[in-house]
């Protein structure tokens, strides 16, 4: 099915820039017409400079105007797919903007915002072994993107098994945790389309990136385990078409899938590997990230370690390796 074909059942694309180049490029805002004349989006862009021209003019090109926006769903509480929701909802009259409760306080002005979280960040690398300074920079470089987007006042809930309904397109919701807690995909099992935001991308790795619990403990969320979870999800349904957060559509999701499975599997035994050179007193992680990525700079090092983390608490839950969690910088060991 084309993008054209899709338009005329009332899905559009439009692709919005955003400044995060390990993104995989513009974050795809998607328009459902309703069978009222209105719109549901899923996904609202950053909603800030280029990335507010660049929906408005969509918008034009479309002959459509944020104002009949009726409902907005967020797939996940990340800043460039949630940025433009509250301005959009505004402009709508209050339109309801919806997302999976697991990444409520993400979007909400409810939650923590960047300075309530930053002390449990700076905790955990210390935990992870990474130097004051380095932390230092990452901490400065999360606040500089997280300024760049609004939060929304009163979200409300969307779940698994919930529809969206467009004039000739009837989505359930899946979700898929792994990327974020709470994505949240869009599934038209008759015509076997998938809408899976960052769940599923086509030339790039989704970022497991850490979370820690409410109080800032550890512990709380293991994102490349349960991502590998919902891959297997992904790879049971029968799909025709991707529609990704990021990038062209795509078809052989199944492909993807092994890809990303391959790449996954070859990282892991690259730490395998550099934890047993380590011998009995274990590595840091922050050791084993600048192994992985030595030319990466201070500021890259939220996405850096993540990427080790995640793979790290992979490879201990298949029995791999074993972390010495007694001690002030957290050492993993080969499993003995």
């Not at 901490?139 to 098994?161: D, F, H, K, L, T």
């Amino acid at each position: 099915m084309t993008e054209a074909e899709l338009a005329g059942l009332g899905l559009h694309r439009i692709a919005v820039p955003i400044p995060f180049l390990a993104a995989g490029g513009p974050v795809n805002v998607y328009l459902l017409e309703r069978a009222d004349g209105g719109l549901t989006l899923f996904d609202a862009g950053l909603g800030a400079g280029a990335a507010r021209a660049a929906l408005a003019a969509g918008f034009e090109a479309l002959g459509r105007h944020p104002e009949e926006i009726r409902a907005i769903v967020v797939s996940h509480g990340h800043l460039d797919h949630f940025g433009g929701a509250a301005e959009l909802s505004e402009r709508a009259g209050g339109a309801p903007v919806q997302v999976h409760p697991a990444d409520l306080l993400k979007i909400d002005e409810r939650g923590p915002g960047w300075a309530a979280r930053r002390p449990g960040v700076r905790a955990h690398f210390a935990r992870l072994g990474v130097p004051a300074e380095v932390s230092l920079a990452s901490e400065q470089a999360g606040e500089r993107a997280y300024g760049a987007a609004r939060r929304v006042a009163g979200a409300r809930p969307i779940a698994a098994g919930d529809v969206v309904e467009g004039r000739a397109l009837r989505f359930e919701v899946l979700h898929l945790p792994g990327h974020t807690p709470g994505l949240v995909a869009l599934h038209e099992p008759r015509l076997r389309l998938l809408v899976p935001a960052d769940h599923l991308l086509q030339r790039i790795s989704p970022n497991p990136l850490i979370e820690l619990g409410p109080d800032g403990a550890p512990g709380y969320f293991q994102p490349l385990v349960t991502y590998l979870e919902s891959l297997e999800r992904t790879r049971a349904l029968e799909l025709e078409l991707v529609l990704p957060g990021h990038g062209a559509p795509f078809a052989g999701h199944r492909a993807v899938i092994d890809g990303l499975l391959g790449f996954y599997g070859k990282r892991q035994a690259r730490l395998a590997a550099l934890i047993a050179e380590g011998g009995g007193a274990g590595v840091t992680a922050w050791s084993l990230c600048q192994a992985l990525f030595p030319l990466a700079r201070p500021g890259d090092t939220y996405l850096t370690l993540s990427e080790t983390v995640g793979n790290l608490e992979v490879l201990e839950a298949t029995g791999t390796i074993a972390c010495r969690r007694d001690q002030p910088h957290w050492r993993y060991v080969a499993a003995r």
